[in-house]
DNA sequence: AGTTGCAACAGGGA
DNA sequence: CTCCCTGTTGCAAC
């Protein structure tokens, strides 16, 4: 469940506090987790200095010396603790960095997750994020940009195509929920058949919850790189697990619908399948 | 609807009567049917011999002097016609091979059909031919080899798989019918369910059908190259657009069902989808 | 609920 | 009911 505010606001932690640390070891206790043997992981990284860290859509993008590139995602539900130096570590995680001054981090996986190594020059055949589109809080994120991209994918309907990665990074089934709310899109609403206001009440609506989320730090149920819980909680929430309550707008009963393999929960009044002309 | 067994017998037939020849002309009558230009198409094949004509699975390969290579398909229904000097032409046709001595062939398409001329070098670039899978009648054609297959394709039912021309070449939708029923599988089990007997009877079931058709010259509402049809009739069929009639192994009534876009004629006893204990 | 790849299916065209 | 390609959805697996 952690999507694009979630990660990018641990990865502005991450930038803040391990730029400049070197790696004294890695413990990867998961080789699945890897994309290379452990051996190789781990030779990879030690000695290298961090330089930077960022995020695109649900992945996390530590760089390293020497044109190394750490790409973390972790999965359905994870937590990526920092420890300091002497600090207890966690209980369970399947993943640790260490770093020279006795600090790093440690990553615990409740279903699966990635920690994958590529050097730059190779990131781009990456095969979960050299295809990744556009992050909505990349400056090219225009509205411009998005309409075309709309434009390309006529017959997708709006839930499929927000989810997809390709398309823009970072939304997943939690956000998009209240993103097609504050649009009044119903999810299985073919592209084809929005409006040019539809198509900018669409884009504003990715931007507008996205960026309260981020402001708030992120999920009351997700822990940030220190452990602690982001404010965007049940009360944030327009619609999105919301089944049986009013809608904020309308007052109409709030249902959960089946949206192909997932479920979408949506105001029946403000966001019709059938255009009411 | 030509298929294999089709195929096989014209590719024969021109082998015998055309290797030697030298082709004077050419006529394509459509463009769309070639690779190439038309004029590309007649410098390529005027003035050389033709050295071999063989056949794989649905496509006839007429090698030509000089490492060319004639690549025909004759899509849902064609007549590949002979002609003697002198004799006088079908009324219709879309393409025409003329030799040195006066004879020749022609080719009637009734809906779309393929003339292709490459290179040898080419002809594994060649989209339609490169990837086809192996014909049944190759020395190749093992239980050991389809067995592998098989194993790589677990979640295919039946029917796709064996229509599938990457897979084995040469079944359409005609043989794929007594094929099944030969070895008594319904033809949406997926591979993943058959037990070595089913995989090892699918195998026999294959080349039983396919040799008994070639034997008999091929389907009775097909021509061959010199346009007398063939002896596989409706007799010959056990469950084959028998809907309605009884099955030749039970007597159960046969019965036509939809599988995915086509449909397939199957005797619901000999041919049960869920296994019997 | 996250990711990929495979298989199925629909539509359009040669 | 041939052959191809593209795009979309659904499913199983890591």
Chains 1, 2 share one sequence.
């Not at 990660?7 to 890695?26: H, N």
């Not at 790409?71 to 993943?95: H, T």
């Not at 931007?207 to 822990?223: I, W």
């Not at 249902?255 to 019709?272: A, E, H, R």
Request: hydrophobic letters at 35%; aromatic letters at 12%.
């Amino acid at each position: 469940m952690p999507e694009l505010p979630e990660i990018r606001v641990i990865a502005a932690q991450m930038d803040k506090e391990l730029s400049g640390k070197k790696v004294a070891d890695a413990e990867p206790r998961q080789p699945k987790n890897l994309n290379v043997p452990v051996e190789d992981f781990v030779k990879a990284v030690k000695g290298k200095t961090v330089s930077h860290v960022t995020s695109k859509g649900k992945w996390i993008f530590a760089e390293l010396e020497h044109g190394y590139l750490l790409l973390i995602n972790l999965g359905m539900y994870g937590e990526l603790l920092y420890y300091a130096k002497g600090q207890k570590l966690p209980e369970r995680y399947q993943f640790r960095l260490a770093f020279a001054d006795g600090s790093g981090f440690t990553i615990f996986f409740s279903w699966f997750g990635y920690v994958h190594i590529v050097t730059e020059r190779d990131a781009s055949k990456h095969n979960m994020t050299g295809k990744l589109g556009i992050d909505p809080f990349n400056n090219g994120f225009t509205f411009g940009r998005f309409d075309d991209l709309l434009t390309s994918k006529r017959r997708t309907r709006l839930k499929s195509f927000i989810m997809d990665q390709k398309n823009v990074a970072g939304v997943g089934n939690v956000y998009a929920q209240d993103i097609l709310f504050g649009a009044r899109l119903h999810p299985d609403r073919e592209i084809s058949t929005l409006t040019k206001e539809e198509r900018r009440g669409f884009y504003d609506s990715i931007k507008n919850v996205l960026s309260r989320s981020v402001e708030l730090g992120g999920l009351a149920y997700e822990k940030d790189f220190y452990g602690r819980n982001g404010k965007f909680g049940a009360s944030e929430f327009k619609v999105g697990y919301k089944e049986g309550k009013p809608c904020p707008a309308c007052g109409t009963t709030i249902q959960k619908i089946k949206t192909g393999s997932t479920s979408t929960y949506i105001c029946p009044k403000c966001q019709p399948l059938k255009k009411i002309n």
